[in-house]
């Protein structure tokens, strides 16, 4: 039941249940200070060099830039400069940070140190934020969103679904008081709802960034007060109405979408008084552009064969390679590799009036890499007509300003917290020069080469370690078999697995055993053994987990306690004594062991009980209680996947998970208490186990 809510983590949804990060305490302990010596500093507001410089960084802050003669404090690290480049650390102003356990360092070792993210669970990404923020975490540090404010249905399960103003304005006061950073508008807001959100934005003296909603002008956006424009949403409406060939604006979002986008071929035909005329406005609204035109780039690769060869996909978690794969993507992907020069043509005609441009990368969309994103974002604006220098400074200084944290980021200057990049070539020479970083500043925190390069084999290993393995197990019990099954499992609607399993009993009582395959995500494949007497008390249990660590737990039930032991790639790894908390149900991480739960409990429909799910394999095989609330609904026909109809019990749960709040579920089971079907709705989406 609930307690399998643990196993779909580990799958799916690792933003959740961060693994271990080992590389976030890799650095050796810092001095009082460094002293980088004889640098050429780039000022990237004014687009120029300042050669043989001494930077002297103390604590956090750069507390003096002088010249290459300057003395260095006595106790200070030396970092010879002589013949590099000095530069602010480059952000990335769209990311949905999903994966910090692979973002992270791979963000330090590409030079960027901050982020905006754009839409992620309220609650979880505000964790986030504060780990980065406060130095627990390694990454960037970083602004948010939090949920994306939408209409209904929405288009992300993370959003704030609002149909009516009054609506629209709870939900900007709910995540002020969250403690977000900016409020971001979505696609499927209808016009009277998108400003009532800009009205509280403002009344609440916060800045509203995001989509123009597909009903919404981009000038009634600019009119609004809308700060930032992402992936140039709204200009595919405007070109089309510019061109002479209107787009109807219409409530499926999707189908609005892509007719919008569709209409950015119409580029081309625009007349150049009319042009000049649109982007006048733009410039005078103030809006920000942050066109992400590396996740256009990205989306077009899919369907190229050569893609697969790209090195980068060695840092990439396999259950963020699945949701690559979706096949609304594959359909875009003809129409982005067209639009994309369009839209740089129109980066260039922004940037020829001085309408502000930021970086950013629209991070977790296909082929779009955590960190490298950035280069090629800086390397697509500089092929836009964008000098290197202004390219730079779309992923510095403007950046910093919208992000609210120009006092102290954005440049190299005096007083200012040293996040910097040394780069071995001159990136005012050319854009594609920042690509070619030597070592970065995190806040004062030094990582050279070397560091650096460590971060990036972690990250391979760590992701080396969740390719799916190949396991030749037999699922057998002894006994009568009572059921025998295999579960269909899904991620919104792409594949994501299967669970084998075995239900026999004989006259000691029940013999149960799962096998679980998961495509995908964090999980690596587990096998569960259960043993319950003839009244559905649990016994004993096994748990083995065959990753790269492999893991074999033993579980023995006394009277109030569980002793738990384990063997970790052959070496014991320790035991544990588990007290047993009242009114608990012991099992492990598998969908079909709720057989066990069913008739244990043996609700009626309209019963619900809560209880502590005592289970293993959550987060390692050490034994913890999850606090639950069990009920049951009234039955009602289901219809199985072979077409057949049966009657089936139905139940709904509600699971307090550590650090993330409560998690729902729905599961059918029939009349013997076999799951026909289970899913897990959380904010990133819903999975689903479904029996063949």
Request: glycine fraction near 8%; proline fraction near 6%; charge should be neutral.
């Amino acid at each position: 039941m609930c307690k399998n809510i643990s196993a779909f983590f580990l799958i799916a949804l690792p933003v959740l249940l961060a693994r271990p990060v080992k590389w976030a305490a890799a650095a050796e302990a810092n001095p009082p200070g460094y002293a980088i010596e004889r640098v050429s500093v780039v000022d990237v507001e004014a687009g120029r060099l300042r050669p043989d410089c001494t930077v002297l960084i103390e604590g956090a802050t750069i507390r003096k830039i002088g010249p290459g003669s300057e003395a260095v404090p006595e106790g200070f690290g030396r970092v010879a400069g002589e013949g590099l480049y000095l530069i602010p650390g480059l952000f990335d102003a769209h990311v949905h940070y999903v994966d910090p356990a692979t973002y992270g360092p791979l963000f330090i070792a590409h030079g960027v140190t901050f982020v905006r993210d754009m839409g992620s669970d309220t609650d979880q990404i505000l964790k986030t934020r504060e780990q980065l923020n406060s130095g627990n975490m390694l990454g960037p540090e970083m602004i948010c969103t939090g949920s994306i404010v939408d209409g209904k249905p929405p288009v992300w399960p993370f959003s704030e679904v609002c149909e009516t103003p009054d609506e629209g304005r709870a939900a900007v006061r709910k995540l002020v008081e969250a403690g977000v950073n900016q409020i971001k508008v979505y696609s499927g807001l209808k016009p009277e709802v998108f400003l009532a959100v800009a009205e509280e934005s403002k009344k609440r003296d916060i800045k509203f960034v995001g989509h123009v909603p597909e009903l919404v002008t981009l000038e009634e956006a600019m009119n609004a007060g809308q700060y930032t424009c992402e992936h140039f949403t709204g200009f595919g409406v405007a070109i089309a109405k510019m061109a002479g060939e209107p787009v109807a604006q219409i409530e499926n979002v999707m189908s609005s979408h892509i007719a919008g986008f569709r209409a950015w071929s119409l580029f081309p035909k625009l007349d150049r008084k009319v042009l000049d005329e649109f982007i006048r406005k733009i410039r005078e609204s103030g809006m920000v552009q942050c066109p992400t035109l590396v996740v256009y780039e990205g989306i077009s690769r899919i369907t190229q064969p050569e893609s697969k060869n790209d090195e980068r996909l060695k840092y990439v978690p396999p259950h963020i390679m699945t949701f690559w794969e979706s096949d609304i993507y594959r359909a875009f992907a003809a129409h982005a590799a067209k639009n994309r020069t369009f839209m740089q043509q129109m980066v260039a005609e922004l940037h020829r009036v001085g309408v502000p441009l930021i970086v950013g990368s629209d991070l977790a969309n296909p082929f779009v890499f955590a960190g490298s994103a950035v280069h090629e974002e800086i390397e697509l604006f500089a092929q836009s007509g964008l000098s290197p220098a202004e390219a730079l400074k779309a992923a510095t200084i403007v950046p910093a300003r919208v992000c609210g944290v120009a006092e102290r980021l954005g440049t190299v200057a005096e007083g200012k917290t040293a996040s910097l990049v040394l780069l071995r070539a001159d990136p005012l020479d050319n854009a594609s020069n920042v690509r070619k970083v030597e070592s970065v500043f995190l806040r004062g925190r030094y990582f050279d080469r070397a560091h650096l390069d460590r971060l990036k084999a972690e990250v391979r290993e760590s992701v080396g370690d969740t390719k799916p393995k190949s396991i030749d197990i037999k699922v057998e019990v002894p006994g009568e078999i009572v059921a025998r099954g295999v579960y269909k499992m899904a991620f919104n609607r792409m594949d994501a697995g299967t669970e084998e399993f075995a239900i026999g009993k004989n006259a000691d009582g029940y013999q149960f055993m799962s096998l679980s395959l998961p495509k995908g995500g964090w999980a690596v494949p587990n096998a569960v053994k259960l043993r319950y007497d003839a009244q559905f008390k649990p016994l004993s249990a096994e748990w083995h987990e065959f990753g790269n660590a492999k893991t074999m737990a033993k579980y023995s039930l006394k009277v109030a306690k569980v002793e738990a032991s384990a063997i970790v790639n052959d070496k014991p790894a320790g035991d544990q004594s588990f007290d047993l908390p009242q009114g608990v149900y012991f099992g492990g991480p598998s969908i079909a062991g709720d057989y066990f739960l069913y008739n244990s409990f043996g609700l009626k429909p309209g019963d619900s009980r809560e209880f502590s799910a005592v289970t293993f394999g959550f987060n390692g095989w050490k034994v913890q209680a999850l606090k639950t609330t069990m009920k049951r609904l009234d039955d009602e026909d289901h219809s199985r996947k072979d077409g057949t109809v049966v009657r089936a019990r139905r139940y709904s749960f509600v699971q307090e998970i550590p650090g993330m709040g409560p998690a729902t579920v729905e599961s059918w089971s029939d009349g013997r208490g076999v799951v026909l079907k289970y899913t897990l709705k959380f904010p990133f989406g819903t999975m689903t186990w479904e029996l063949e």
